[in-house]
């Protein structure tokens, strides 16, 4: 296996869902644990999911400035430590196709689009994309005959950060208090 390969392997693009809790907003457990001994992976976001975590967070928070000036400096640091993943014109045409095929949530169309044509893995939790992409039989990877699976999935997830080997790498992540789940 190619240096290049086994790199891609280890690649991954955080759903929004994954974001939160870096942005100090306490989610599930199973997406919690995801991040309890990160190590060896490389994470990308987009700024999709960004924007849909802000939408989710403006809603839990007071608004004060204290928080707001928290919440830029996690975003700072996703900025700073984690890879970007664009979306490109492959991924948006690809987009359109999913929402015409009938999954209508286009942030999520575009993230698993953005990964295909990336050729990273989402980690994701969202069951109906991973149910739909299974049922329309959407690539799995960019390339038809590659082995791995384009979507992690969060029972994938939790077996990769209770397997040392194969933990997310967020080490250069600031550790802040999170804002608790309400």
Known sequence: MSKRSSRKNKELLLDTSFLLPILGFETSKRIMKTFEKPDNYELYYNDLSILEALWKIVKKIKGIQ?????????????NETLKFAPVNEKAVENSIKMYQLGHWDLLDNLLYSTALYNGIKLLTIDTKLIQFVKTHKLPKTRHHNARRNLILTHVESTYMCNNPSTRPHTDDLPILPLFNKQ
Request: charged share 40%; glycine share 0%; aromatic share 8%.
């Open 66 to 78: 204290e928080e707001i000036q928290r919440i830029v400096e996690w975003v700072k640091a996703i």
